[in-house]
């Protein structure tokens, strides 16, 4: 009896053991697994860096190759073909070379647009805020009027232009 009673007791023990050892295991895998998980987010962060490191390299080498480009079409000046109004002048890749205020960027069209729309060279002033004087305002208008046709065809065009949208290719 005390062999039976020493063998059930083994047997409980050895499924006891059995038992815990199967637990640590667990308990151990999970440990690795939250150890590999580190390990292996770790890595990903690494890469990651890596990759936007190599990235920002790519980029800092494309705006050095822009800037160069920059730098160089600086170095082509655009001589701006003046007319026989002071403040309008032509400048070649500049609103298609149509005609615009010195100094400001502003075709004489949008000008001549403006007062069509009801503005009044004031109110064109004003809404130019600090890049147009009354004075450039006037001119683009009496341009407009020794230039009349020529301005009304740029204008049609554009408005043609505008009516068509942009260009869509299609697909086969």
Not at 74 to 95: N, Y
Not at 119 to 138: K, M, N, R, Y
């Amino acid at each position: 009896m005390h062999i039976k009673i020493r063998q059930a007791l083994l047997a409980e023990s050895s499924v006891l053991v059995v038992a815990e050892f199967d637990q640590a295991m667990r308990y151990e895998g999970i440990v690795c697994y939250d150890d590999n998980t580190k390990r292996e987010d770790k890595m990903t962060a690494q890469l990651d860096a890596q990759k936007v490191y190599g990235e920002l390299s790519q980029l800092r080498e494309e705006i050095r190759h822009l800037r160069n480009q920059v730098h160089k079409l600086e170095q082509v000046v655009r001589p701006a073909v003046r007319t026989e109004h002071p403040h309008i002048v032509r400048i070649e890749g500049v609103h298609g070379g149509r005609p615009t205020i010195r100094g400001t960027g502003v075709s004489v069209q949008t000008v001549v647009e403006q007062v069509q729309l009801g503005q009044s060279p004031q109110q064109i002033v004003e809404d130019f805020d600090g890049v147009l004087t009354l004075a450039q305002v006037h001119d683009a208008l009496s341009y407009y009027y020794e230039h009349e046709k020529e301005i009304e065809q740029d204008i049609n065009e554009n408005r043609e232009a505008l009516w068509k949208g942009p260009k869509t290719t299609s697909s086969s």
